[in-house]
């Protein structure tokens, strides 16, 4: 199946408004390409991921072949979008997914058409792409599937961002009606209820199993690897336990020398290194000094869909 690379938003501090533009929530969750007839469902990596979704490729049959949507995979849960659902989702062998499909539902958001009747539609512009998207959802019935809200007035776009956070919707995703999808390219803005980036875990503070802090690495291109950035705030009982199934301790080959300690204020607790593989989004602020988020980051959650490859350098806060 031939999936493009996803088409990408930068960071905006304000909302931007003019001719031609629209607005969208910017929701929590798994961005997601599917492909009908048949079900095919893929990570933003290409990665097949139906065996996680029983319940979306049970519904995909349902629409007509030849599709290849753009999207969001989102938990609905108590009222508001559940990230951790999707972890748990994430790690899930086949019998567990479908347990957990009957148990936590995942949906479907559908942003994009890329594909309609097998014929590419990408260069077309997203008024266009959004008129046929509208097309097909008008014959769509199951609650597992949803079309994105969209509107092109600034102040009900303020509402949403203001009104809808307290149900785990980040912000605003802003596109020009009148682009192609571009595929790899930030051509869309997004402006977020906070400026959160991602790093990558090199070490904890106190031990693998019992991880009290995270030491957050960066890769960087002028010396080509992976040096330290910062470190988080102390993770809470919850963190700690969800973070220790998900690193591992690091052999010899670790970037960072194994007697190393790190020193944010009076803290000088030794570290322990693990595998640099996890990456995390974290809330950092303003300030910077040699190199490094001066301060301790706000940790907020890992995240296991994005790639390596896909963390920012040095201190950015987007690749």
């Given at each position: 199946m031939d999936v493009p690379e996803p088409m990408l938003a930068r960071t905006v501090t304000t909302l931007p408004v003019g001719e031609g533009l629209l607005y969208?929530?910017?929701?929590?969750?798994?961005?997601?390409?599917?492909?009908?007839g048949p079900a095919r469902i893929f990570s933003k990596s290409h990665r097949p991921v139906n065996r996680q979704w029983p319940e979306l490729v049970k519904v995909l049959e349902s629409l007509p072949g030849g599709l290849l949507l753009d999207g969001e995979v989102v938990c609905w849960l108590d009222g508001g979008l559940n990230f951790d659902a999707l972890l748990r989702r994430n790690v899930a062998g086949r019998d567990r997914a479908r347990a957990l499909a009957r148990a936590e539902p995942a949906h479907f958001v559908a942003f994009d058409l890329l594909r309609m009747d097998g014929h590419?539609?990408?260069?077309?512009?997203?008024?266009?792409?959004?008129?046929?998207?509208?097309?097909?959802?008008?014959?769509?019935?199951?609650?597992?599937?949803?079309?994105?809200?969209?509107?092109?007035?600034?102040?009900?776009?303020?509402?949403?961002?203001?009104?809808?956070?307290?149900?785990?919707?980040e912000g605003l995703v802003i596109k020009d009606s009148r682009r192609a999808y571009s595929p790899g390219r930030r051509r869309w803005d997004k402006l977020k209820s906070r400026l959160?980036?991602?790093?990558?875990?090199?070490?904890?503070?106190?031990?693998?199993?019992?991880?009290?802090?995270?030491?957050?690495?960066?890769?960087?291109?002028?010396?080509?690897?992976?040096?330290l950035v910062g470190r988080t705030t102390d993770l809470d009982g919850h963190q700690q336990a969800v973070i220790a199934d998900l690193v591992h301790k690091a052999g010899s080959?670790?970037?960072?020398?194994?007697?190393?300690?790190?020193?944010?204020?009076?803290?000088?607790?030794?570290?322990?290194?693990?595998?640099?593989?996890?990456?995390?989004?974290?809330?950092?602020?303003?300030?910077?000094?040699?190199?490094?988020?001066?301060?301790?980051?706000?940790y907020i959650r890992p995240r296991p869909d994005v790639q390596l490859g896909e963390v920012p350098t040095g201190l950015d806060l987007e690749r």
């Open positions: 969208e929530p910017k929701w929590d969750g798994f961005r997601t390409f599917v492909a009908t590419d539609l990408s260069r077309r512009s997203l008024a266009y792409r959004r008129a046929r998207l509208e097309e097909v959802f008008d014959a769509v019935t199951d609650p597992h599937l949803d079309l994105v809200w969209q509107t092109d007035d600034p102040a009900t776009a303020r509402e949403w961002f203001e009104g809808l956070r307290g149900v785990g919707i959160t980036t991602e790093a990558i875990v090199g070490g904890v503070v106190g031990s693998v199993h019992m991880p009290r802090a995270l030491l957050l690495g960066r890769w960087k291109p002028e010396v080509d690897k992976l040096v080959d670790h970037p960072w020398p194994p007697t190393y300690t790190p020193t944010w204020g009076a803290d000088r607790a030794p570290y322990s290194r693990v595998r640099p593989e996890l990456v995390v989004e974290v809330e950092p602020d303003v300030a910077v000094s040699h190199g490094r988020w001066r301060h301790p980051v706000k």
